[in-house]
């Protein structure tokens, strides 16, 4: 079982890994694990096969930036509405950004500092640009 934090912290990881290299939660929902690099209308048409109420998409690297692509462009362009999360070689400095490319999630690497995670997740009250959480730059919110 993955320690799994969101911007609100820490939370429980609902979903376990089934033998087929797919995710079940206790609904039997079922959930899929993608490479960063996959094509986002392959994904979309994965999750539209499968029913996917989750999607883990697999970042190589914190240089990788492949898979914060991936998941903005499964919410902006193919309406995926379910659970994305993030696995694999992020960087607590990375948190904020996961989030507002349009991660809910994010599975901790093995031996992560919680604390350090948790104080990187709250992270800023505001971002200067606009994003999947908050699309209007800040500058256009100060001057309306």
Partial sequence: MSTVISRAGLIPDLWQPSEDGSFIDAQARRGIAVAGETPAAEVAAAVQA???????????????GRGFTLAHDLRRHHGYGGTLRATGGCLPDQAQDLFRCGFDEIALPEGADLEVWLRTARGFSDAYAGNLIEPQPLFRRRTG
């Fill in 50 to 64: 499968r029913g996917a109420a989750l999607v883990a998409i697999r970042i190589p690297s914190f240089a990788d």
